[in-house]
């Protein structure tokens, strides 16, 4: 319990932190509304004189989008992949070994009290309003919501992982602006972020459901609008939670070579 009680003290720190920058919440509502109109006016235009596509209605395929920019935006709350980068650019990370944590678990839950802030001021509010006003669809189960929910937090426990993973190839590499452009590139185009996978070529589809991206957004994403249902949607959550078993296994292997490396060069 007292180490529990430790971490959530970041969280609470991180959580009061977030909230001494209050116009950092307003400019997160402002570029949520930019880019949901963009990826509205791009979807109408798509969907023009056609009322479903690929067995998805236009009403669907916005709710998918609105769902995915909110999650875009709790995710973007966290500690993004630059910083971790900068931190271990300047040396800094070595202060997180000296301390009596894990810095994995630290930087975990150090986002959640970012990301609890953002969603309760910037994130819900909004698109509580948004989906009421142009009513569009949500789960009609108790089921359906629960199975959302949960993957949405194994998307966000993946995403977490493989940037901190990302985030710490910097002790090897000298530049890491590749690493960036690979990391976020494959985010936008395998997570389905905004092109859903059954609009991708059949060849393209398959390599996306190979990669654990997939489960970052279009799982719960596609949970939400019911294009995943039943069994398919508990198979996706099973897929998901082998993904966060394996990517965290991975930042493990990397933080205690991190570990083993800042030890040896440190003497």
């Not at 006016?41 to 395929?61: E, H, P, R, T």
């Not at 995710?75 to 810095?103: C, F, N």
Request: charged letters at 10%.
């Amino acid at each position: 319990m007292g180490q529990l009680q430790m971490y959530l003290a970041f969280s609470r720190s991180s959580f009061r932190r977030a909230a001494a920058y209050r116009f950092d919440a307003w400019t997160r509502v402002f570029s949520n509304f930019i880019f949901l109109f963009i990826w509205g006016v791009i979807w109408y235009g798509l969907y023009l004189d056609k009322n479903i596509v690929a067995g998805v209605s236009f009403q669907s395929m916005l709710s998918y989008i609105f769902v995915s920019q909110m999650l875009q935006g709790i995710h973007s709350a966290g500690t993004p992949l630059w910083e971790i980068q900068e931190k271990v650019r300047t040396g800094d990370i070595v202060m997180e070994l000296i301390r009596p944590y894990d810095y994995p678990l630290r930087a975990l839950f150090s986002d959640l009290g970012s990301i609890a802030f953002h969603m309760l001021t910037a994130v819900l509010p909004l698109y509580v309003l948004l989906f009421w006003w142009f009513h569009l669809q949500v789960p009609y189960t108790f089921s359906q919501w629960f199975l959302f929910i949960f993957s949405a937090i194994l998307g966000f426990l993946i995403r977490f992982s493989i940037e901190l993973i990302f985030g710490l190839f910097t002790f090897w590499l000298v530049e890491t602006g590749g690493v960036e452009d690979i990391f976020y590139f494959s985010i936008s185009l395998f997570s389905g972020s905004v092109v859903p996978l059954w609009f991708f070529p059949d060849w393209l589809e398959t390599l996306a459901r190979f990669l654990p991206f997939q489960g970052i957004f279009f799982v719960p994403n596609a949970i939400f609008v019911e294009k995943l249902a039943g069994p398919e949607a508990i198979s996706a959550i099973f897929i998901q939670l082998f993904w966060v078993l394996v990517s965290f296994f991975v930042l493990r292997f990397v933080w205690r070579k991190v570990s083993q490396k800042v030890t040896v060069q440190g003497g």
